[in-house]
């Protein structure tokens, strides 16, 4: 029987060990978490002690990847050349913390072209992603599948390929999809799931496929919104989301909540999706 790896986005940047001990609180064996303040900023040093507490939990409690996610700020393909300068530095910083917990997953949104167009949005993206992107890194860093609201980048399979294409080492890239983001975005992962996840695999191929974002959402079908809602409290429903879990196109790989929930919230998503995935 494979494993179902799961768990919630942490509700504050915590040490590493605090966030894997509230995960197993939880019920869950992955985590999302804030590489910094979501709005940007510097990064909290790096405690080793605390690196090493969590490596050893992570381990005894068989986690699967854990997946980072950058700050809401970083935008690779800002039109301001100070904010590109920012989603730079940021970038290869967070790629240097991610290897102090080898082997996991950095997160991040594609960005919005603010208006100058998907052609310069997909070439400056992919141009600071040739400048980060080392050989020697562990992690894999994921392109979120976005709703498409505003001038947002991602918004479609195709638009996400097309920044794959330009990246140099492709081998370290990864697309984490949000059920969210891609329900709003026009994919019917409600009436067509086989269908959505064969048109991504003929684009973009399954086994680039390394995450996937577990949200219900306040708004329709195709809507272009981006409001999170709890798990079976939205227009996806549970039904379809446990039809997620258990596709096996998708097996074993982290699905991460990030619902607008508390902790005590969260473990209940937990204990509903495991309760329906194990039996
Ligand atoms: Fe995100
Ligand atoms: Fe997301
Ligand atoms: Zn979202």
Not at 189 to 216: C, M, Q, W
């Amino acid at each position: 029987m494979t494993t179902l790896y799961i768990g919630n986005h942490t509700s504050s940047s915590k040490e590493y060990a605090a966030m894997g001990k509230q995960t197993v609180k939880n019920g869950g064996n992955t985590f999302a978490f804030f590489t910094r303040n979501p709005r940007g900023g510097k990064a909290k040093t790096i405690d080793e002690t605390d690196i090493r507490k969590f490596l050893s939990l992570a381990e005894e409690e068989h986690f699967g990847k854990i997946v980072a996610h950058a700050p809401y700020t970083l935008n690779c393909c800002a039109g301001k050349e100070d904010l590109r300068i920012f989603a730079r530095d940021t970038f290869a910083d967070d790629l240097q913390r991610m290897e102090y917990t080898p082997g996991n997953y950095y997160n991040f949104h594609p960005g919005s072209h603010v208006g100058q167009g998907t052609e310069i949005g997909i070439q400056k993206i992919a141009e600071i992603l040739n400048d980060v992107l080392t050989e020697e890194q562990t992690t894999t860093v994921l392109l979120e599948t976005m709703s498409g609201k505003g001038t947002e980048m991602g918004r479609n399979f195709e638009e996400l390929k097309e920044i794959l294409n330009r990246i140099e080492k492709e081998n370290k890239m990864g697309i984490c999809m949000d059920t969210c983001h891609v329900w709003d975005g026009g994919y019917d992962i409600v009436h067509n799931l086989d269908g959505v996840l064969n048109e991504f695999d003929r684009i973009i191929g399954l086994s680039r496929l390394k995450a996937v974002h577990l949200n219900d959402s306040l708004n329709d079908l195709g809507s272009n919104k981006d409001r999170h809602a709890r798990i079976g409290e939205g227009k996806i429903g549970l039904e379809a989301l446990i039809r997620i879990i258990k596709h096996p196109a998708l097996a074993g790989i982290p699905f991460i909540l990030e619902t607008p929930n508390d902790d005590a919230g969260w473990a209940e998503e937990i204990r509903i999706l495991k309760e329906a995935f194990y039996h």
